[in-house]
């Protein structure tokens, strides 16, 4: 049986890099080196540290990219270095084939008219970000899904939508939008005037058919784009959300950015000021909530809707959010939010990327902390943490030396409960330019 799925794995892998060949590559997280308009070949030889197990590893981990459309691909073959066998968690349901093809994606959110993507989601975000907000379906490493982002602007109107996984009904929402008066008014700032309305539900938290969990928020906004002209632009907007059966809240916020200053540096900000009301939680559907959403424990469930039932007061809190690309070599993303007064209410998103190899060094790094009391606390790797982190180096014109840094969760099979998986992969791969030869 093993024997059969390594020749099945093995022959996916082949045809995998047969496909792959005429492609191009664009940077995604698992593309651990940036090669921009070339064709590209790409395999690695490696170990990794999987908890206390250690692990041979060969793996195609990479974006592929032709014009509008990527795919991201996924194989990974670990084998235990005490019995040689495959790593049964990456292997033991038909669903870890599919896993094979980490995404399809065509287009680019809100900056093509059409975006979609299929596969693995890392940052879904629908409107201002007060419902859903960075969510991501593969928090737990070895059971992320197979989701949808679909999204398409028709001129006075569109449309965003996600659902988190094709395997079972879970996750599942949209934001409809429209500009009312674009047509009518040519003149005056007002015309640009955008009101939405979002709904984001998730029919079954547990995983269990027979028990009635399921969480429902809807929420309107309203938008004013303020300036835009040559790079500069902003806006102002307001969100209203409410959690059927529990409580609500609004946000006011203001939006500002600079794009391709000089043709070198882009900048984009968000402040937003929240009013959150009994039993409501801002953002409910974000990087952890795949991890909060249902945890077993040995005496009884745990919910994320008990986190509702806990807020007994009415709060205030504040989201900032802020984004830097200079020169297309240095990309940064940060975000973070707070309850006025309320320790370990702070959630922290970052991310940095190095585009292009510095003394042919490249790295890039993505991470998330919830729980947040001060800024030592912000960086400390624990339960209420999700990093990856990768650095690389350029021993030779086609050969690289990656150490890639995971930490994610695993769900425990005695207790139910998703528990802090680290993984370190060192590893030695081969990157071939497939018009090298031109240069």
């Not at 109107?157 to 094709?166: D, H, I, K, L, P």
């Not at 009518?184 to 007002?190: C, Q």
């Not at 070198?264 to 959403?293: A, C, H, N, T």
């Not at 297309?328 to 209410?345: H, K, P, V, W």
Request: charged share 25%.
């Amino acid at each position: 049986m093993a024997s059969l799925r390594f020749r099945t794995l093995l022959a996916i892998t082949i045809l995998t890099f047969l496909f792959a060949a005429p492609a191009f590559a664009q940077w995604d997280w698992y593309n651990r080196v940036t090669v921009t308009d070339d064709g590209v070949m790409m395999g690695g030889l490696g170990m990794a540290f999987i908890d206390d197990e250690t692990y041979f590893v060969f793996n195609l981990r990479s974006e592929l990219a032709l014009g509008q459309f990527g795919v991201g691909i996924d194989v990974p073959l670990r084998f235990n270095t005490e019995n040689g066998e495959l790593r049964d968690a990456d292997w033991n349901s038909t669903y870890d084939y599919f896993r094979i093809l980490r995404y399809i994606r065509y287009g680019t959110k809100r900056r093509t008219p059409v975006y979609a993507r299929l596969g693995t989601l890392s940052t879904a975000r629908l409107g201002h970000g007060f419902i859903m907000n960075y969510y991501t379906n593969e928090a737990n490493y070895d059971g992320r899904k197979i989701g949808l982002e679909f999204d398409w602007r028709f001129g006075l109107w569109g449309f965003e939508s996600v659902v988190s996984n094709f395997e079972r009904l879970e996750v599942v929402g949209g934001r409809a939008y429209v500009q009312p008066l674009k047509q009518i008014l040519t003149v005056l700032v007002i015309r640009n005037l955008t009101f939405g309305a979002t709904l984001v539900t998730d029919d079954d938290p547990d995983g269990t058919r027979s028990t009635d969990d399921g969480v429902t928020i809807y929420g309107l906004d309203v938008e004013l784009p303020l300036l835009k002209k040559g790079p500069f632009f902003s806006s102002i907007y307001s969100d209203f959300a409410k959690i059927d059966n529990f409580g609500s809240g609004a946000a006011v916020g203001v939006e500002l950015g600079l794009l391709k200053v000089g043709g070198i540096f882009s900048m984009y900000s968000k402040l937003e000021r929240r009013f959150l009301g009994k039993k409501f939680l801002s953002s409910y559907f974000d990087p952890f909530y795949e991890v909060e959403r249902f945890q077993q424990t040995s005496t009884t469930p745990v919910r994320k809707t008990d986190q509702l039932l806990a807020r007994t007061t009415r709060e205030r809190g504040i989201y900032g959010e802020l984004y830097g690309d200079f020169i297309n070599f240095i990309r940064i993303l940060g975000t973070y939010e707070r309850i006025d007064g309320q320790a370990n209410s702070g959630r922290l998103h970052a991310a940095a990327l190095l585009s292009k190899s510095v003394a042919r060094f490249s790295a890039r790094a993505i991470y998330d902390k919830t729980g947040v009391e001060d800024f030592a606390d912000a960086f400390t790797l624990n339960e209420r943490s999700i990093a990856r982190a990768g650095l690389g180096y350029q021993i030779h014109q086609f050969i690289y030396l990656f150490m890639d840094y995971i930490w994610t969760f695993e769900r425990n099979a005695a207790t139910g409960r998703l528990e802090s998986q680290r993984r370190v992969e060192p590893q030695l791969s081969f990157v071939m330019p497939l018009n090298f030869w031109e240069k």
